[in-house]
């Protein structure tokens, strides 16, 4: 056409209408809303762990602002501040070693991590105790050492906390991994004083003490790799307030989006079992 020639016998050699010979491609402006483009991405570094969801989640809570979960993962995937998710080989499952809880108080897992205290303290030990019905951490010991005590503390404080008027009667039951704090005669010796029945997981299977094992893979991405601790009282009140945010501010996609605090509220107060089905238990 540029030579003269016709249109009508350009179309027809090249097998297209007349009208796509005269047809001008102009650029697709975005209709995207950018106005909270800003508060996503500061959202992302408050929270660089979290993702697309969680973010949505907490500038609704936090900020006010109700924000599409696609909106969200557009921006985040824009300026590459997408969590890499971690792949992991495929393992065996040993069924038998879960156990799914009905009601907070009935299963907790417990587990010991090691936490960086600075240069002066080197490494100090973190005991958890995870309630499997509600995520909530129920109990938790930070010190410098690793040894049977610590683990007691922290289940004291847990069954303190949550059952004031004591843990004999509630049919508990904790679950640990085959660390010597936890099968030690002494550690055994104080859950039979408490009532509490103790579980251990299989050799060489973490996935049986899953839910401990979750969280703490959480509070090293969110807190202990994200800060440099210069004493061991410095690295209890930073973790101590992440846990509490945790238990309070933080929602669980198996909770229904629900923090553990709420998921708690949501049952009615659990009441000490019988005689009858304490010792069915």
């Not at 007349?18 to 402006?29: G, H, N, T």
């Not at 049919?171 to 104080?190: H, I, K, M, W």
């Not at 579980?199 to 703490?216: D, K, L, S, V, Y």
Request: with cysteine.
């Amino acid at each position: 056409m540029a030579q003269g020639s016709e249109a009508k016998l350009v179309a027809e050699t090249i097998g297209v209408s007349r009208s796509s010979l005269y047809y001008k491609p102009k650029p697709r402006a975005s209709r995207a809303d950018r106005r909270l483009d800003g508060e996503i991405v500061e959202a992302c570094g408050a929270k660089p762990a979290y993702g697309y969801r969680r973010v949505a989640w907490w500038m609704h809570r936090k900020q006010g602002l109700t924000v599409n979960g696609k909106r969200v993962l557009r921006v985040m995937r824009e300026r590459g501040l997408l969590v890499t998710p971690r792949r992991l080989r495929a393992r065996r499952k040993k069924e038998w070693s879960q156990i799914v809880a009905s009601r907070p108080n009935q299963l907790w897992q417990a587990d010991m991590t090691k936490v960086w205290a600075g240069p002066n303290l080197g490494w100090a030990y973190l005991v958890d105790i995870i309630d499997c019905c509600t995520r909530d951490i129920v109990g938790w010991d930070l010190s410098l050492r690793c040894r049977t005590l610590e683990a007691i503390a922290a289940v004291e404080r847990a069954v303190l906390e949550q059952m004031v008027d004591g843990s004999r009667n509630y049919g508990l039951v904790l679950n640990t991994d085959n660390g010597t704090q936890f099968t030690s005669s002494r550690f055994l010796e104080v859950l039979s004083r408490l009532g509490i029945t103790h579980r251990r997981t299989a050799f060489n299977h973490p996935e049986g003490n899953g839910m401990i094992e979750r969280f703490h893979r959480s509070l090293k991405e969110e807190e202990i790799w994200l800060n440099e601790y210069r004493s061991l009282e410095e690295a209890r009140q930073s973790i101590g307030r992440w846990i509490e945010e945790y238990n309070h501010d933080r929602p669980h996609r198996a909770l229904k989006n629900r923090t553990p605090h709420e998921a708690r509220a949501g049952f009615v107060q659990p009441q000490p079992l019988t005689k009858t089905e304490a010792l069915s238990v």
